[in-house]
């Protein structure tokens, strides 16, 4: 990176965190371009050179709060597929507690964000950001259990739509309800259980 690259990125960083610490006081709606600048010690030109939007700020911001989410990630995408061979194909859910309980516990940690990126659906870039989970977890597991390449996307958009689904309805109730429970009702939408068995 070069140094006006870096200048550039540097720049962005500032507006994100002044979007996420203005988030923790007021909702997005009433959050203007001057205050982002004002926090950020940024002008209103700058702000133009990076962004068309708040919208696109936000998109950016979720981005580098998925970033640091996935760096304290219990497991490494590299070794969900070194062991995709060694394991037993019921032991292969796609979806499982010991990565919801953190990712849910993140979520209600950055509620704002990811509250006001819902509102700002056109803007969230999901395909973008779940774009690397799409191609390198849930397609090879896809593959290793021999689904059509032509059926992938759609078990792709059931899991990812499902779970952001889940989790839009529990950022609406300000995530009054347990991490715990909310896990267990993905984890049974993705694996149903009767009588607390699965079926």
Request: charged share 30%.
């Amino acid at each position: 990176m070069n140094k006006s690259e870096s200048k550039y990125f540097n720049t962005a960083l500032r507006m994100d965190e002044a979007l996420i610490a203005l988030l923790e006081e007021k909702d997005l709606e009433y959050i203007t371009v001057k205050e982002i600048c004002r926090r950020a010690g940024v002008n209103r030109s700058t702000f133009y050179l990076h962004y068309e939007t708040v919208a696109d700020l936000v998109s950016e911001a979720l981005e580098t709060i998925d970033r640091r989410f996935l760096s304290c990630f219990p497991r490494g995408q590299q070794e969900v597929l070194e062991n995709l061979g060694s394991r037993r194909r019921e032991e292969l859910v796609l979806v499982t507690r010991e990565y919801l309980v953190p990712y849910l516990h993140f979520i209600r940690d950055n509620k704002k964000v990811y509250r006001a990126a819902f509102r700002n659906p056109g803007s969230v870039g999901a395909d973008a950001r779940y774009g690397e989970l799409k191609r390198h977890i849930l397609g090879p597991i896809l593959e290793w259990f021999q689904i059509p390449a032509a059926h992938r996307p759609y078990y792709m958009a059931y899991y990812v739509e499902g779970i952001a689904a889940i989790v839009k309805e529990w950022l609406g109730r300000d995530c009054a309800d347990d991490v715990e429970m909310i896990a267990g009702i993905i984890e049974s939408c993705v694996r149903p259980r009767e009588g607390g068995h699965e079926v």
